[in-house]
């Protein structure tokens, strides 16, 4: 992993603890370092998947598999926030991005024992391969996680809010859970 990589996992590590405990800044922290990370992959992800020789210095940039996997990657870490904040249309995008990341985890396994054998670029295709792997996993944890269940993991000090909201959740064109539901937390608020 490339150093601005290494930062945004560690500032989304602080943010899940930070969100867990319910210290303000927590949600806004886990959001905005998985948003920098997804731009990251976006617009730079030929240099994050670009494999440099440092005994020669001569940098090879692989642009023809790593552009795409940049835009992959910031796709499928976009879904991760959109379940993670149980946000609409999350389910589609984890999918499109697990189908994306599947495509791309064959092609560079494929790629590592084909050209990676002939141009000398192992060291590439398989940190590439395991990055990939690791997005996948969590792509598709991700995608089969439920939002009560997310919800209960960072309101488990609260089990009168979690209920309130299954309840919300299982019943969506009920209004008067939900406005029990909404009252409740105008309540805990202005506490």
């Not at 990341?101 to 398989?126: P, W």
Request: positive net charge; glycine residues 10%.
């Amino acid at each position: 992993m490339k150093l601005p990589e290494k930062i945004l996992v560690g500032l989304f590590l602080i943010g899940i603890i930070l969100r867990f405990f319910n210290i303000p800044g927590g949600t806004t922290s886990f959001m905005f370092t998985l948003l920098g990370l997804s731009l990251y992959y976006l617009f730079g992800g030929f240099w994050a998947f670009s494999y440099s020789d440092k005994k020669n210095g001569i940098k090879e940039n692989k642009l023809w598999f790593s552009i795409p996997l940049g835009l992959v990657a910031g796709y499928a870490i976009l879904g991760i926030i959109f379940k993670w904040m149980i946000w609409p249309g999350a389910t589609i995008t984890l999918m499109n991005a697990s189908f994306f990341l599947t495509g791309s985890f064959m092609a560079s396994i494929i790629l590592l024992y084909t050209l990676g054998r002939k141009l000398n670029l192992r060291n590439y295709f398989r940190s590439t391969t395991i990055r990939i792997s690791v997005l996948l996993g969590l792509t598709v944890g991700s995608f089969f996680l439920k939002g009560i269940q997310i919800f209960s993991f960072f309101h488990s000090g609260d089990p009168e809010l979690v209920r309130k909201f299954e309840n919300m959740q299982n019943n969506p064109e009920n209004n008067a859970m939900a406005n029990e539901y909404w009252d409740y937390v105008d309540k805990k608020n202005s506490k």
